[in-house]
């Protein structure tokens, strides 16, 4: 039986056969569907998953069962409500292997033809071999048969699928996936849980239904051999309570060892004790206190209202577990509880879905392709408006067709067309939390040109107008910062008085995103703006604990001088 094997994402291969030459330049496929004939593309929906493929039905079956079943795993030892979450499904294409090479590199050669670039050694000569100057070494191309891309409020995957035997039990998440869910999650994790749980994690390997931890290494090769031998040895464990608030001894206090690498490997030792200690006992009871830290910060009263114990207690837990996990690996399995997945109901894509996820994918490798092979780039661009007309011109109106032809046009910069294709979009049905914020964006651009309110503030009317796509982003999921500081710039610019009620939303931005050092400014501006001098206050008390460029210190400075001037509320 013929089943589906995964290429790595790796072309370590074919960069080691021309290594002597010149670098490989790695591009994502470029698939036109006018390049080949095959089989349909096809649909489905899983749970928090989008899927488009042109594989048979048989190897997408296996091919999301296999993803599905990596996440489960994952959620053992990391659970959603401490991953990014994403509202817009994530998108999966799969395409076969055996239509990819003729689709891309017929369409590439070509357009270095026309562009007379030149082509990669392993491309074919055309008929007379006319067309193409002599190769470059630094033109040598290749094509990447997995990636991954991101957007503010999604992410897509394209798979090249290989029609062989595979080991599945080789699948797995790579690290640079999951450090982005553990990074990117909102409100931000503690630093002791992100370095912790990722050293942690750099040492997992997936085989089937288990995920196998190795030992831990303490601080480095020696200590951890040192352990080993002699418990006693070890050097004594950071009090819980100056670990968890980042407080380090002086370097010159620790000279046997680096007090930073020392501090990384208690954030090791700590998350694997509370995934794996006692039986995983404490598992539950360190994702509520993560996720909870996360929002009101440490404390020894939170410790104990989740673990049970004080700080002293787990002090020496901690430290008997030491020499447990430098000696033994440690197994995490699927939960027998877990539901199985639904099995995948799969049918002939319509020309509307093939269009919005093919070339939404296709406008997420513009950027890419224009850091690593800029001359490129327009021709990826090109292909994901083709894409998109494609369906567009056969009279397709999907709110999310045409929210990401908006996308597509605001990043190649035509916010004129970008601003049409959003606007119809909304007047459709609910778009995606990246579209519902460049439309309040390009509104309140529009709204300052012209606007109704007195002495060149806009009116109540525009207010309302700007408000309401950029309050249906809000309610989305991930947070987006550029959300708040609109707001906070509709708010600089509104006829209309605010209320503390209307600046609240403010507060929740900073909650969320309390480094980003415009968003504070602009909401201490705000407030001040309105009349709230003391929330103002606050805010630039919060500013001056962040980095500020020299045109934020010299605003802060301004924005004190005004508060001061005030007075109080």
């Given at each position: 039986m013929?089943?589906?094997?995964?290429l790595?994402?790796?072309?370590?291969?074919?960069?080691m056969?021309?290594a002597?030459e010149a670098?490989?330049v790695?591009?994502p496929?470029?698939?036109?569907?006018?390049?080949?004939?095959?089989?349909?593309?096809?649909?489905a929906?899983?749970?928090?998953?989008?899927?488009?493929?042109?594989?048979?039905?048989?190897?997408?079956?296996?091919?999301v069962?296999?993803?599905?079943?990596?996440?489960?795993?994952?959620?053992?030892v990391?659970p959603?409500?401490l991953?990014?979450?994403c509202?817009?499904?994530?998108?999966l294409?799969?395409?076969?292997?055996?239509?990819?090479?003729?689709?891309?590199?017929?369409?590439?050669?070509?357009?270095?033809?026309q562009d007379?670039?030149?082509p990669?050694?392993?491309?074919?000569?055309?008929?007379?071999?006319r067309?193409f100057?002599?190769?470059?070494?630094?033109r040598?191309?290749s094509?990447?048969p997995?990636?991954r891309?991101?957007?503010?409020d999604?992410?897509?995957?394209?798979?090249i699928?290989?029609r062989?035997?595979?080991?599945?039990?080789?699948?797995?998440l790579?690290?640079?996936?999951?450090?982005?869910?553990?990074?990117?999650r909102?409100?931000?994790l503690?630093?002791w849980?992100?370095?912790?749980?990722?050293?942690?994690?750099?040492?997992?390997?997936?085989?089937?239904?288990?995920?196998?931890?190795?030992?831990?290494?303490w601080?480095?090769s020696?200590?951890?051999?040192?352990?080993?031998?002699?418990?006693?040895?070890?050097?004594p464990?950071?009090?819980?309570?100056?670990?968890?608030?980042?407080r380090?001894?002086?370097?010159?206090?620790t000279?046997?060892?680096?007090?930073?690498?020392?501090?990384q490997?208690?954030?090791?030792?700590?998350v694997?004790?509370?995934?794996?200690?006692?039986?995983?006992?404490?598992?539950?009871a360190?994702?509520?206190?993560?996720d909870?830290?996360?929002?009101?910060?440490?404390?020894?009263e939170?410790?104990a209202a989740c673990?049970?114990?004080?700080?002293?207690?787990a002090?020496?837990?901690l430290a008997a577990y030491?020499?447990?996990?430098v000696?033994?690996s440690a197994?995490?399995?699927?939960?027998?509880?877990?539901?199985?997945?639904a099995?995948?109901?799969l049918?002939?894509a319509?020309?509307?879905?093939i269009?919005?996820?093919?070339?939404?994918?296709e406008r997420?490798?513009?950027p890419?392709?224009?850091?690593?092979?800029?001359?490129l780039?327009?021709?990826?661009?090109?292909?994901?408006?083709?894409?998109?007309?494609?369906?567009?011109?056969?009279?397709?109106?999907d709110?999310g067709?045409?929210?990401?032809?908006?996308?597509?046009?605001l990043?190649?910069?035509?916010?004129?067309?970008?601003?049409?294709?959003?606007?119809a979009?909304?007047?459709l049905?609910?778009i995606?939390?990246?579209?519902n914020?460049?439309?309040?964006?390009l509104?309140?651009?529009?709204?300052?040109?012209?606007?109704?309110?007195?002495a060149g503030?806009?009116?109540?009317?525009?207010v309302?107008?700007i408000?309401?796509?950029?309050?249906?982003?809000?309610?989305?999921?991930?947070?987006?910062?550029?959300?708040y500081?609109?707001?906070?710039?509709?708010?600089?610019?509104?006829?209309?008085?605010?209320?503390?009620?209307?600046?609240?939303v403010?507060?929740?931005?900073?909650?969320l995103?309390?480094?980003r050092?415009?968003?504070?400014?602009?909401?201490?501006?705000?407030?001040?703006r309105h009349g709230?001098?003391?929330?103002?206050?606050?805010?630039?008390?919060?500013?001056?604990?962040?980095?500020?460029?020299?045109?934020?210190?010299?605003?802060?400075?301004?924005l004190?001088?005004?508060?001061?001037e005030s007075?109080?509320?």
């Amino acid at each position: 039986m013929k089943i589906v094997r995964l290429l790595a994402l790796s072309i370590a291969g074919a960069a080691m056969a021309c290594a002597a030459e010149a670098p490989v330049v790695a591009l994502p496929p470029f698939i036109v569907e006018e390049a080949t004939k095959g089989p349909p593309w096809r649909h489905a929906t899983a749970p928090g998953y989008e899927i488009l493929s042109r594989c048979s039905d048989a190897v997408t079956r296996r091919v999301v069962a296999s993803h599905q079943r990596l996440h489960q795993l994952l959620a053992e030892v990391l659970p959603p409500v401490l991953q990014l979450q994403c509202s817009l499904p994530r998108t999966l294409i799969l395409y076969d292997e055996e239509l990819q090479p003729a689709a891309s590199r017929e369409v590439i050669a070509r357009m270095l033809q026309q562009d007379s670039i030149a082509p990669p050694d392993d491309f074919p000569a055309p008929a007379g071999g006319r067309g193409f100057r002599p190769l470059p070494p630094a033109r040598r191309m290749s094509f990447l048969p997995n990636l991954r891309l991101w957007d503010r409020d999604g992410m897509a995957v394209f798979m090249i699928v290989r029609r062989e035997d595979f080991d599945a039990e080789n699948l797995s998440l790579t690290q640079s996936t999951v450090e982005y869910l553990v990074k990117s999650r909102l409100p931000s994790l503690p630093p002791w849980f992100v370095s912790g749980f990722l050293t942690l994690y750099a040492q997992m390997h997936y085989a089937g239904e288990r995920l196998t931890l190795d030992p831990l290494e303490w601080i480095g090769s020696a200590h951890t051999a040192a352990v080993k031998a002699d418990p006693k040895t070890a050097p004594p464990l950071l009090p819980l309570d100056d670990f968890l608030a980042l407080r380090l001894p002086p370097a010159a206090e620790t000279p046997a060892y680096d007090p930073i690498k020392a501090w990384q490997a208690q954030a090791a030792l700590f998350v694997r004790w509370g995934l794996e200690a006692d039986g995983g006992a404490h598992r539950a009871a360190l994702w509520k206190f993560t996720d909870l830290a996360a929002v009101r910060g440490v404390s020894e009263e939170l410790f104990a209202a989740c673990f049970g114990v004080d700080f002293a207690v787990a002090q020496t837990q901690l430290a008997a577990y030491l020499p447990v996990a430098v000696r033994k690996s440690a197994t995490f399995r699927i939960a027998r509880a877990a539901a199985k997945p639904a099995p995948l109901a799969l049918r002939n894509a319509t020309d509307s879905e093939i269009a919005r996820l093919k070339g939404d994918w296709e406008r997420l490798e513009v950027p890419y392709v224009k850091k690593i092979s800029p001359a490129l780039a327009s021709k990826y661009l090109e292909q994901a408006r083709r894409t998109f007309r494609r369906a567009y011109d056969r009279d397709s109106r999907d709110p999310g067709l045409l929210a990401a032809m908006g996308l597509c046009e605001l990043d190649a910069g035509d916010e004129a067309a970008a601003r049409e294709f959003l606007e119809a979009a909304a007047a459709l049905g609910p778009i995606r939390a990246r579209a519902n914020c460049e439309l309040g964006r390009l509104r309140l651009a529009a709204a300052r040109v012209q606007p109704t309110g007195a002495a060149g503030q806009i009116g109540a009317d525009q207010v309302a107008e700007i408000l309401r796509p950029l309050f249906a982003a809000r309610a989305d999921r991930p947070p987006q910062a550029e959300v708040y500081e609109t707001i906070a710039e509709v708010w600089a610019w509104a006829a209309p008085r605010a209320t503390r009620g209307h600046l609240a939303v403010l507060d929740e931005g900073i909650r969320l995103f309390p480094r980003r050092s415009a968003l504070v400014l602009r909401a201490a501006e705000v407030n001040l703006r309105h009349g709230f001098t003391t929330e103002a206050a606050t805010l630039l008390a919060l500013a001056e604990r962040l980095p500020l460029s020299d045109d934020e210190r010299l605003h802060a400075a301004a924005l004190r001088r005004a508060v001061a001037e005030s007075g109080p509320d």
